[in-house]
Nanobody, 121 residues
């Protein structure tokens, strides 16, 4: 059984930084990802990490956000720099128990509860 609990959200001014954490109980080698959902918009995947720590990003966060894992702590991170007001959203970590590599943004079946990130201009 895999469970995921996010932390680290908050409010920051544009240009600032935040680091989100996702504590994972259970197997840690699945494909994992960060998603976000802005008010009035659909949830979108923004970064993936496979069992070898290979990362992918969508264009809107590439160069600003970094996904990483600490295998000793069973924790997934999202380091967010140069934040923009359009990054305001609820952020979710997720795991795809059917995949270990070649991650995509579909098939994720375990989700954290979400953490709010608000970026003011």
């Amino acid at each position: 059984q895999v469970q995921m609990v996010e932390s680290g959200g908050g409010s920051v001014q544009a240009g600032g930084s935040l680091r989100l954490s996702c504590a994972v109980s259970g197997y840690f080698r699945y494909c994992m990802a960060w998603f976000r959902q802005a008010p009035g918009k659909e949830r979108e995947g923004i970064a993936t990490s496979d069992m070898w720590d290979y990362a992918t990003y969508v264009d809107s966060v590439k160069g600003r956000f970094t996904i990483s894992r600490d295998h000793a702590k069973n924790t997934l991170y999202l380091e967010m720099n140069s934040l923009k007001p359009e990054d305001t959203a609820v952020y979710y970590c997720a795991a795809d128990r059917g995949r270990y590599q070649h991650c995509s943004y579909t098939g994720f079946d375990v989700w954290g509860q979400g953490t709010q990130v608000t970026v003011s201009s």
